[in-house]
């Protein structure tokens, strides 16, 4: 295995194995956006070293976002990888004190920004789990799965707009609910703001023509890599608003995704056989490869002036439908992805209780609570409460991370 | 009023008080984008004339799409508005002869392209008179509004990138469909495709900051103008798929608006009362100003090889909700808006059988026909089957017209 010549802290998420890209900028100079990769506490700035990669490569990686990169598709993908391996392994073909004192950048100094501009985000269902939960939770056991939920992976297009970067503080949102046993509804702040434990991937290569569906052995040369994500919600706003055309203005308040695009390259150490699928599902859904991962997924709840406490533990692998199949049901109309659209899980929850993957789940549509340090709890969300998302893959001493998607609620406007 | 130099023909779409915006290109150069406005059977090629209007205005009308001129807000609109109605009047300050060799540009000589980049698109569902009829069919009539309907705009988030330009043809799209009293879902190409009747504004102004909702009564500043719309959908497709978050693969095969983007202003003669609501909405919709446009709407179909029947008349003032309600809700949580953004307004159905804005409606689910020319009858889209859509405004000798929006139906891809 090779070793870097920049120090790996011990279980630090960014060895030379993952190498996630991010879109940074100098706190000096917060407006100047610049592509780089995470090398244990530091960044390489690839504007810097683009000179030492292939010509055509080099326009993507001086860029100010990844948009360009993931176009190129995964032969360039591949190479562009393999060739910044090369440069931050002890013995670089680089002279490696200008690459310390000129394109290593201590992530200290450093702000980190959207990596892309979505231009579309989709948001799938394809938890069992948590399909499951709902289901029971709002129609009963008998009817938990609606009858097309182990048919087709269930979606709906999201607001690009509103997709932040971690750190971004989400306002608690005003809007219509109806009360229980009321029949007007009555306008105020949200109630029952929840987060939602999701992954995202951004879609790279050429993309598609409209009409021109892609099969689903084809949609992993579309998968550039992986994000952590918060789908923030608005409950009881969406109870009310979502039928028939399903959730809207409850879920467009604030998405937030870490910086982080962690590459299929560097997960592909963590593949796992695709979740069980039962009916067998249509031809166009068949999926011959592996296509899942082994991702330990955390959330923690941190209160205003008081510890984070974990909340909850789940994984990938609890994801029924693959991103493939997400692709190539996404595009069996011939709807045309591009570079940079973001496709998210849905809410990730494991089988058992400490893995659900929103507050809604663990505390059971606040029958229970969740418990915190120093005696407080939790139905749903505070304000000033910070949700902390981490996430990483270990095997035989390999250890990659994703970093935090971390937002913290800031209290609802007044009521004019 | 003012005469321009220009010639209009009797019922031309295009007099000088209208002035609409969009985006060409030469045929002999397709690939380089120009702004312009429409006058009679020309083009005033905007890039061509930058140099007649004000500083602070000239880049945004040498762009290559509409969003920075967008962005610039409604005092900006007004001056470019002004200014070009000057230069295009009889007697104008600039020389005749130079704007019409160099910047006028016959329209049989230009391609027509999407008017901006559209970050997000939002679809509502504002039409009283078609949520009723589409609830009388699948609910029965006393179940046929949905509790929420008159207190809310009901929307949902459309896909952008699939939003296509007048003329591009639409392939009839493959899916999943549950056959009536079946068990398992099929797969195969969509038998129950269908138009929508829509309208469509684009966003402008500078756009709000996420968790930052805009007011009804300042909305007017955030419209920057309005297109015709046919929102393309595979009913059958969607029945299966849209329980329980919304319309997705039945939606995204495409959407096709008018190149032409008439203004706010063009639209202000064509003012109406909004449509009554009642009961009354919460106070955060509760608009005090008109914002609801005599515009009338028509639908033609044209099978390959035979004439187009105009097959319904509807008109914009059917529109319950308005899109200065429409802009209150989306934001109410604190979404954001960019330039560019676009929003439609659901299917526009008045209250008449010949009135309704799908075929969906017209042929009542399919329990009767569409009577075309030669014989010919239809209950849903069969292929080479093209639908255009045209609108008009007219009062006191005024008639301002938005062009076409048309598209042919491809047959689908054989099934592998």
């Not at 918060?230 to 308040?253: C, H, M």
Request: hydrophobic share 40%; aromatic share 10%.
């Amino acid at each position: 295995m090779s070793v870097s010549f920049v120090p790996i802290p011990e279980g630090s998420d960014f060895p030379l194995e993952n190498l996630p890209y991010a879109v940074f900028s100098k706190k000096s100079k917060p407006d100047k956006h610049r592509l780089c990769v995470a090398i244990g506490d530091y960044v390489l700035d690839l504007k810097e070293v683009a000179q030492y990669y292939a010509p055509e490569h080099q326009a993507a990686l001086q860029s100010h976002n990844l948009n360009l990169l993931m176009s190129l598709g995964h032969e360039a993908w591949d190479a562009v990888r393999t060739r910044t391996q090369e440069l931050l392994t002890k013995g670089s073909v680089v002279d490696v004190n200008d690459l310390r004192t000129v394109c290593l950048i201590p992530q200290s100094e450093i702000l980190l920004h959207l990596p892309a501009e979505i231009g579309d985000y989709t948001d799938f269902y394809s938890s069992i789990h948590h399909a499951t939960n709902v289901g029971i939770m709002f129609r009963g056991a008998d009817n938990a799965l609606m009858p097309n939920w182990r048919h087709l992976p269930v979606g709906y297009h999201g607001r690009a707009s509103s997709v932040v970067v971690s750190g971004t503080p989400i306002r608690r949102p005003l809007g219509q609910t109806l009360p229980e046993g009321a029949e007007k509804p009555v306008f105020g702040a949200c109630r029952l703001l929840d987060f939602e434990l999701e992954m995202a991937f951004f879609i790279g290569g050429p993309g598609n023509q409209l009409g021109e569906p892609i099969k689903v052995d084809d949609a992993w040369k579309n998968v550039f890599g992986f994000s952590l994500m918060n789908d923030w919600s608005a409950r009881d706003i969406q109870k009310w608003e979502y039928v028939p055309l399903g959730p809207f203005t409850a879920k467009n308040l604030g998405t937030t995704i870490s910086p982080w695009v962690v590459t299929t390259a560097a997960l592909k150490p963590f593949l796992l056989d695709n979740f069980p699928q039962e009916p067998e599902v249509l031809p166009y859904l068949r999926q011959t490869l592996p296509f899942n991962f082994d991702i330990n997924l955390e959330v923690s709840l941190k209160p205003a002036d008081d510890n984070e406490t974990l909340i909850s533990k789940s994984n990938f692998k609890h994801l029924y439908w693959t991103p493939l199949q997400q692709i190539a049901h996404h595009t069996i109309t011939g709807c045309n992805l591009r570079p940079g659209d973001l496709m998210a899980s849905g809410t990730i929850s494991g089988e058992t209780p400490d893995s659900y993957g929103s507050l809604l789940e663990l505390c059971w549509r606040g029958t229970k609570t969740v418990e915190l340090q120093n005696g407080k709890t939790r139905k749903f969300l505070q304000d000033y409460d910070e949700v902390i998302i981490r996430g990483h893959c270990e095997k035989n001493g390999l250890r990659i991370g994703f970093g935090t998607c971390a937002g913290q609620v800031l209290p609802a406007h007044p009521v004019d």
